[in-house]
Structures are given as structure tokens and as C-alpha cells.
């Protein structure tokens, strides 16, 4: 069972839009969430994170919201730039696990000229 | 540093032979996991190590599989006998597991096909 899914398997937007990329999780012990970049052969990057004591953090263009009464947490991307094309990962993890980290199955962004 | 290192990046074997998967960590930190990325179900965790000692082996998906690390620099994921569907990318990663949360940092993987 996905603990941490992520519907859409790809993404596409134009540069300089919004991008919003989505993911949904069923454990309620789940507290601090994070997004993962990954590159083609390259190993995933962490991207920002967020404590479910918060629902809002921002760094630079990227922002994630976090809904906890609905589960979901969403990463925006403001304005979106040709070097974020990537796929996203959406990870979670619970208190006192240190960075054992439930991941949902990525996004696949493309950035359009 | 050089971050976590894995080797080899890639790896082509028949059905059947035995795979080693190696990874050395970032100094100093204290928890080790490695993950496994297919298309079907992402980057699934299959073992994690806190100071040398596996925690949690729940994710390892059948005996074929075993993980050790005998030291704080080192660690091995081996397959034996290897199938074509254990084909995948394999990740190690590391932690410096402080008492809050932080983030996991990968190595670059190792693309194993088995044919």
C-alpha cells in the first residue's frame, strides 16, 4: 500500500508559469514531509521540507503547503525555470525515525521554453 | 566531502549470479538506508542501519537480499541469485540522524540490469 502518493506521473508547464506539483498521504503519524529533486543518473537532492507543525515554507521560488486535515501537501514553483525539469519526489517521514523516509512514486516536471 | 558514494554506477548480469552493491557514507553520519527506485513504485526503503546495527530489514523483498556494514565507512547490499525483476536503480543514502528530522543525503545510484 502507497502510503505517499503522488496522482500525477508527469507535469508539464510553461517557463515562468506556476508549477504545482501534488501529493497525498494516508498516515497520520507522518510529521515532517520533504521534496526531493532528481536529474536524470543522479541520485535524489532534498529540495525543501516542512514540519506538520507549520503549514507554510518557503525557500526562494519554492513553497510548500501543507494541509493536514486533508493530508495533502502541494509544492509550488514560482516562477518555473527550464532547470527545474526533473522528477519530484514527495517523501514523509514519522518522529524519532531520523530520515526513514516513505517516499510517493515522483513527478515528472518538464518546463517548456 | 565527497558525499555518499556508490559503486559500481552500473551493473549487467545474468540471472542466476551473485551482485554486490557497495556504498560508502558520509562521514560522520550515523544512519545508512538503502532504497530501491522502480517506475511501478518509486524509491521503496528496503533496510536502514543506525551506527552500524540494521534497525528495520522490513523492506527487503525476499532472502535473495541481504545488507551489511561492517564498518561506519562502508556497507553492502548483495543479491544472491539475482532474478531479471530485481532490475532497478539502487540507492544508498545517509543521515547524520540528530534528534529532529533531517533530510537523507543519496549517492548516485547503481543501475543494475539483469538479463
Known amino acids: 500500500d502507497q502510503q505517499v502518493k503522488q496522482n500525477s506521473p508527469s507535469l508539464s508547464v510553461q517557463e515562468g508559469r506556476i508549477s504545482i506539483l501534488n501529493c497525498d498521504y494516508t498516515?497520520?503519524?507522518?510529521?515532517?514531509f520533504l521534496w526531493y529533486k532528481k536529474y536524470p543518473a543522479e541520485g535524489p537532492t532534498f529540495l525543501i521540507s516542512i514540519s506538520s507543525i507549520k503549514d507554510k515554507n518557503e525557500d526562494g521560488r519554492f513553497t510548500v503547503f501543507l494541509n493536514k486535515s486533508a493530508k495533502h501537501l502541494s509544492l509550488h514553483i514560482v516562477p518555473s525555470q527550464p532547470g527545474d525539469s526533473a522528477v519530484y519526489f514527495c517523501?514523509?517521514?514519522?518522529?524519532?525515525?531520523?530520515?526513514?523516509?516513505?517516499f510517493g512514486t515522483g513527478t515528472r516536471l518538464q518546463v517548456t521554453l | 566531502d565527497a558525499g555518499v558514494i556508490q559503486s559500481p554506477r552500473h551493473e549487467v548480469t545474468e540471472m542466476g549470479q551473485e551482485v554486490t552493491l557497495r556504498c560508502k557514507p558520509i562521514s560522520g553520519h550515523d544512519y545508512l538506508f538503502w532504497y530501491r527506485q522502480t517506475m511501478m513504485r518509486g524509491l521503496e526503503l528496503l533496510i536502514y542501519?543506525?551506527?552500524?546495527?540494521?534497525?528495520?530489514d522490513s523492506g527487503m523483498p525476499e532472502d535473495r537480499f541481504s545488507a551489511k556494514m561492517p564498518n561506519a565507512s562502508f556497507s553492502t547490499l548483495k543479491i544472491q541469485p539475482s532474478e531479471p525483476r530485481d532490475s532497478a536503480v539502487y540507492f544508498c543514502?545517509?543521515?547524520?540522524?540528530?534528534?529532529?528530522?533531517?533530510?537523507?543525503?543519496f549517492g548516485q545510484g547503481t543501475r543494475l540490469t539483469v538479463v
Open positions: 498516515n497520520s503519524m507522518f510529521d515532517y
Open positions: 542501519f543506525n551506527n552500524n546495527v540494521p534497525i528495520d
Open positions: 517523501a514523509a517521514s514519522v518522529a524519532g525515525t531520523a530520515s526513514k523516509l516513505t
Open positions: 543514502a545517509s543521515s547524520p540522524g540528530r534528534l529532529m528530522n533531517t533530510e537523507a543525503f
